[in-house]
């Protein structure tokens, strides 16, 4: 990995995904950008943003560069500074800095106008060329990853998020858990899924990754995995978020959001396009 961003505004989620980015910046040696965008309508171009944050926030910039700033073991923080869309222009910035992980913090309602998070995690999510880490603010962010839960369903984009979470339990030496979920009494799809499990343990030993293998069968597939995180105490769950179209934009689905809104844990979302990282 060399580049990690962090969608930043101020709001103590966001204090939390900075935090939990650090961590990552830490093993993986990438260097770490953390982005503000200034989504209001009035009509100023980037040169006004800078010279608003000059008088208006500068002291909170410098304030976050101080305070962790020397908790980066290989770079030094980059401030970078948008106007526009949120979650348009967080994508626009992971695009052109090739961003390996976008992290964002979740359930960022404060009820203050210009904390954006916790109505834009979807929506990064979606847009983000990249594999986007959700952090719950209430997350007790320790820093390190000891398992994680990558859940095997029917579908086949569901083994394409299992390269990118190999390279991540290979950085911390992680173990990853597979769980494989039936919902189904079709025979069929039962006999997929245990084939792409297969296909995924051989993976594993060619990566040289530890792991497990549990399976269940789940009446409710999104409670069913997020117990099992908590039985095995998992840091990390990863998953595909299937997309659904809405006019000219992309939406998480409901089964991507009902994990980002429900784990306790971090949440590595891949989407089906992103199968080069």
Partial sequence: MKQLLVAFDFSSNAHKALTYAIHFAN???ANLGLVWVDNSSTPDNLHNIDYELRIEVKDHFQEIEKKYGPLLQHCK????????KVYNEIAMVARKMEADIVFTGTHGVSGFEQYWIGSNAYRIVS?????????RGDYDCQGCIKKILLPIDSTLETKQKLPFTCQIAKYFDAEVNLLVLYNTPISVIRKRMISYADDARKSLDEMNVKYTV????ADNVISSILNHSQLIGADLISI????VAATHNQFLGPYAQQLINNSVVPVLNFKSNQSEY
């Fill in 127 to 135: 847009n983000a060329p990249c594999p986007v880490i959700t952090i």
């Fill in 240 to 243: 595909m978020t299937e997309q």
């Fill in 27 to 29: 093993k993986t040696g």
């Fill in 77 to 84: 923080l980059e401030i970078i500074l948008r106007k526009g």
């Fill in 214 to 217: 549990n399976e269940f069968e």
